[in-house]
């Protein structure tokens, strides 16, 4: 069963398969687990912006689903929850796992 980018996934199933369903996705697009324990908006920034006022994207990903974040660059800025001292970088075409503040990895 392929990985459903996009909605509700089971965790293993997303860690097992997240990784080369990345390297399809957009240029400018990775993808993004929740497993946080509640739902996150992330606010998504090209690499470059120093400022950070307007987001690219701020998708709204519930505990427990999957989405896909954007911005531009050779990797990416997210704020979860808008918050910047919670900053994590992603690059295109690559999955992660979001598990709360500080707690970002990356899917292999």
């Known amino acids: 069963m392929a990985i459903n980018i996009g909605g509700k996934a089971d965790l293993n199933e997303f860690a097992a398969q997240a990784g080369a369903a990345a390297l399809k996705l957009g240029a400018k697009t990775a993808a993004l687990y929740n497993d946080s324990g509640k739902p996150v908006t992330f606010k998504c920034y ?3 912006d120093l400022v950070c006022k307007i ?16 911005a531009g660059g050779a ?8 918050n910047r001292s919670h900053e994590f970088l992603v690059k295109p075409r690559t999955a992660y796992i979001y598990e709360g503040p500080g707690k970002v990895t990356e899917v292999k």
Not at 55 to 70: H, M, N, Q, R, V
Request: aromatic residues 12%.
């Open 46 to 48: 090209n690499g470059s």
């Open 55 to 70: 987001a690219f994207t701020k998708p709204l990903i519930a505990s427990g689903y999957s989405g896909e974040i954007s």
């Open 75 to 82: 990797h990416f800025k997210v704020h979860p929850d808008g």
